[in-house]
C-alpha cells in the first residue's frame, strides 16, 4: 500500500483535496459508488496475503476505484495476473487511467502520449466483452454474476484468490466455482441493510467450503444479474 499513491485513485471530477484523499475513511469516486478507507484495504490485503504470492491469478469483483487491484498486481508481479470486474463504464475508464498512473508508471509499462502524461487507453473485446489491459492487469466491464461476463473472466482459469467488493448473503456459488481448489475468497457477508462479516471463504483440495468471520464491515451490495437492464 505504500508503493500505491492513494491520491491517484480519489482524485475525480469530485475535486477530493490531497488530504482529504489519505484519510482513513470511505471516499466518493462517482457512480454513487466509494472507494473503501484505508484500514479497510489493509485488512483485505493482509487477509489475501498467503494467496497473493508472485505468479498467482486474482480476481477482484467490483473492482471501483482499481485501488485493490492496484496493490494485488504488485504482490502477484510481473508473472502473475489480475483480473479486475467493474460494472460501470466510468469508473471503469478512471480506474484504468488511475492503474496507468500508478502501476504501470512504476513498473515501466506505460506509454506516454506525445503531448505528455499516458497515451488513451486502448479497449479490446474478450468474449464479446470490453477489456483494457494494463500491465499484468485485465480490466473487464460487466456484472461478474451474470453469464456472458463469467465467461470472459474465466477464459478457461480458475483463481487463486477472489476479492468481492460489496456484501453478499452467501458466497455467490459462480464465484466460487472460479476459485481453484486450495484458492481464497475475502468477502462481506450479511444483508444489504446490516453490519455484515468480512470473511475469508477457503476451498478445500478436496473442494470443501470453509468460512471465519474476521471483523464486521458495512459495504454496499453486489448487484444482482442484469441489474442494469431495463424492466
Given amino acids: 500500500m505504500r508503493q500505491i499513491d492513494r491520491r491517484d485513485f480519489t482524485t475525480t471530477h469530485l ?3 490531497a488530504h482529504v484523499s489519505y484519510s482513513d475513511s470511505q471516499l466518493p469516486i462517482g457512480q454513487g459508488q466509494s472507494i473503501s478507507a484505508p484500514s479497510l484495504h ?3 490485503l493482509e487477509l489475501m496475503e498467503s494467496h497473493a504470492r508472485p505468479g498467482a491469478l486474482a480476481l477482484d469483483v467490483g473492482s471501483g476505484s482499481g485501488f485493490i487491484a492496484a496493490c494485488l498486481s504488485l504482490m502477484v508481479g510481473a508473472e502473475g495476473r489480475v483480473v479486475a470486474v467493474e460494472r ?27 503531448s505528455g502524461g499516458h497515451a488513451p487507453l486502448q479497449p479490446a473485446l474478450q468474449a464479446g ?16 454474476l451474470e453469464e456472458p461476463v463469467l465467461t470472459a473472466v474465466a477464459a478457461g482459469r480458475q483463481f487463486d484468490l477472489v476479492h468481492v467488493g460489496a456484501a453478499v448473503r452467501e458466497p455467490p456459488p459462480p ?4 476459485l481453484r481448489p486450495g484458492g481464497r475468497m475475502v468477502v462481506a457477508l450479511g444483508p444489504p441493510a446490516a453490519m455484515q462479516s468480512l470473511t475469508v471463504v477457503d476451498k478445500g ?9 474476521v471483523r464486521d464491515v458495512r459495504l454496499p451490495p453486489l448487484a ?6 431495463p424492466l
Fill in 205 to 213: 483440495h478436496d473442494g470443501a467450503i470453509t468460512q471465519t468471520a
Fill in 175 to 178: 464465484l466460487l466455482a472460479l
Fill in 88 to 114: 460501470y463504464e466510468r469508473l471503469l475508464e478512471q480506474s484504468g487511467f488511475a492503474l496507468a498512473r500508478s502501476v504501470a508508471t512504476r513498473v515501466g509499462t506505460a506509454e506516454p502520449s506525445p
Fill in 15 to 17: 475535486g477530493i483535496p
Fill in 42 to 44: 489493509a485488512a483485505c
Fill in 224 to 229: 444482482p444479474p442484469f441489474a442494469d437492464r
Fill in 129 to 144: 466483452r470490453r477489456l483494457l489491459r494494463i500491465h499484468n492487469i485485465e480490466l473487464l466491464l460487466g456484472n461478474a
